[in-house]
Nanobody, 121 residues
């Protein structure tokens, strides 16, 4: 079973930056993709960005040009560099991944516990 642990959240002023990390551990053979979602109070969880094992990335329009997703494959870790943060970026950010275990089983429902990002002056 895989465990995803996010870190790097916090309080930042508008225009500031934060870097989130998501470290995956467990009996992982490979990770197909890693991505970030976020959920603001009273709103549905929304997709933010995805990075595939080959490095291809996709972004939600709301963060394009401000956020950058990257990954360190040997460390099974994904990052989300967030620049020019806005109050509307305030949310709990969740890491999501699709993994293949050494047993050969594929699991695309792996989630972290979330990390809070608050953008406020």
């Amino acid at each position: 079973q895989v465990q995803l642990v996010e870190s790097g959240g916090g309080l930042v002023q508008p225009g500031g930056s934060l870097r989130l990390s998501c470290a995956a551990s467990g009996t992982i053979l490979s990770i197909n993709f890693m991505e970030w979602y976020r959920q603001a109070p009273g709103k549905q969880r929304e997709w933010v960005a995805t990075i595939f094992s080959g490095g291809k990335t996709n972004y939600a329009d709301s963060v394009k040009g401000r956020f950058t997703i990257s990954r360190d494959n040997p460390k099974n870790t994904a990052y989300l560099q967030m620049n020019n943060l806005k109050p509307e970026d305030t949310a709990v950010y969740y890491c999501h991944a699709a993994v293949v275990y050494y047993s050969g089983r594929y699991d695309d429902d792996c989630w972290g516990q979330g990390t809070q990002v608050t953008v406020s002056s």
